[in-house]
């Protein structure tokens, strides 16, 4: 194996899309340090969002450092390269020193059949029985299934080798974290699938840190998990103990772990993960973006004045664009467009009535999934208003800044990593 950057047991990706929220992100950092979960904190931000918004990675970089400098914060942190391909890695190369390499759109295209057959002839003990660790009962893949496997993953798996030697080739090889992502497909990767990834990526020699996969059930924007709880759990436990093994097997890092790329707020998966990664004392990192964005806009109409005059006029905007901002969502999204109150409902609330609709408390009966869902969705109003946006995050940083402190804190690292909320 390669030599690589190792990452910290448990890693939080904090998306901040605006740029504004970094010291109020890394606080809550320090927070549960403080209370004994040391969180490596990863500011994430996408080829899509970073196009989206009209900025350049370089940014994100400047706003990690600018935090770390301003909170003195002494231990590790990184800038992900979030969901890069070949075509769009280059410019990311220099500030980040973390790349989610993004092979989903592979995934399906089969590969060389010879290359498959070398791969199924190179793994014998992956078909028949094959006992793993707190796995029950044994895996037991047919040959055939696992040709089917090889025949689904391998040509995205190469993908990931090209992508990975190109920006080693660029950085050098100690000097960045590896993340393979395949959450932006259709179907979940299953336990036994997993595993013969795990095999393959293996073979190109990746140092893998972490890998995410699709789970079971729907990862809907900024709100909770909607699927079977209980098969969630079943396999994020069959997914650690995958993962142990291949650790072993394959000589993979010692470090790697999976990322839940969590489209924000799964708050009822996190104590089923947090039950299972104490059992397998693993780690792991999870992803949010969108939530931190959400926040600002709490921020602003908790603000009352011209700070909920932006949120109303955000939201008026989304509501007569829903069906454009919400497609290229679809497969992430649930809208009710029943329950969405007309802009001119909106315009006449309170600063109250919108921080209730929109702040994501389930115990509230006032709280609007389809709401939350659409605002989500909708930064590319606040992107249009440029300027005017950015001196509301200014003129209103620190009720702003309490909200995405709290949020984080309260709401993810608390039942997550420390089991209490
Ligand atoms: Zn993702």
């Known amino acids: 194996m390669s030599k690589y950057l190792s990452l910290g047991k448990f890693s939080f990706g904090m998306g901040d899309r605006f740029a504004h929220q970094g010291k109020a992100q890394l606080r809550a950092c320090l927070m549960a340090t403080d209370q004994g979960a040391h969180v490596v904190p990863v500011w994430n931000k996408s080829n899509r969002e970073h196009t989206f918004i009209g900025t350049e990675p370089a940014s994100l970089r400047a706003e990690a450092d600018a935090a770390v400098k301003?909170?003195?914060?002494?231990?590790?942190?990184?800038?992900?390269?979030?969901?890069?391909?070949?075509?769009?890695?280059?410019?990311?190369?220099?500030?980040?020193?973390?790349?989610?390499?993004?092979?989903?759109?592979?995934?399906?295209?089969?590969?060389?059949?010879?290359?498959v057959q070398a791969f199924v002839g190179r793994h014998p003990e992956l078909a028949g029985q094959l006992a793993i660790p707190h796995l029950e009962p044994p895996l037991d893949i047919s040959r055939a299934e696992v040709e089917r496997v090889a025949n689904k993953f391998l040509l995205a798996v190469q993908d990931a080798g090209k992508i990975y030697r190109h920006i080693a080739a660029a950085k050098g090889e100690a000097s960045f974290i590896t993340e393979v992502s395949m959450d932006e497909t259709d179907s979940p990767q299953l336990p036994h699938e997993l595993l013969i990834i795990l095999a393959a990526l293996a073979d190109e020699k990746i140092p893998l840190q972490t890998i995410a996969p699709k789970f079971t059930g729907r990862f809907n924007k900024g709100v909770d998990y909607v699927g079977d709880l209980k098969q969630f759990e079943k396999e994020f436990n069959e997914d650690l103990a995958v993962v142990a093994f291949a650790i072993q097997k394959y000589g993979l890092p010692p470090s790697l772990k999976l990322s839940v790329h969590s489209g924000s707020d799964k708050f009822s998966i996190y104590e089923p993960m947090r039950k299972a990664l104490k059992k397998f004392n693993a780690g792991v990192h999870i992803k949010t973006a969108g939530t931190t964005w959400l926040e600002e806009l709490i921020g602003l109409a908790e603000a009352g004045g011209d700070g909920l005059e932006i949120a109303k006029e955000i939201y008026a905007y989304a509501i007569q664009h829903v069906d454009e901002f919400c497609a290229p969502y679809a497969t992430v999204i649930d809208i009710d467009k029943q329950k969405l109150p007309t802009g001119a409902a909106v315009n006449g609330w309170s600063s109250q009535q919108f921080v209730s609709a929109l702040r994501h408390d389930q115990k509230n009966p006032a709280f609007n999934p389809s709401f939350r869902q659409l605002l989500h969705v909708s930064f590319k109003v606040a992107a249009k208003m440029g300027d005017r946006y950015y001196a509301a995050?200014?003129?209103h940083e620190a009720v702003i800044a309490k909200n995405v402190t709290e949020n984080l804190f309260e709401r993810h690292m608390k039942p997550l990593l420390l089991g209490t909320h």
């Not at 002494?74 to 890069?84: E, N, S, T």
């Not at 769009?88 to 295209?109: E, H």
């Open 70 to 115: 301003a909170l003195g914060w002494k231990k590790p942190y990184h800038v992900d390269a979030d969901h890069i391909r070949l075509e769009t890695v280059d410019r990311f190369l220099a500030p980040s020193d973390f790349f989610t390499i993004d092979v989903a759109d592979a995934i399906g295209q089969p590969a060389a059949a010879a290359e």
């Open 393 to 395: 995050l200014k003129k």
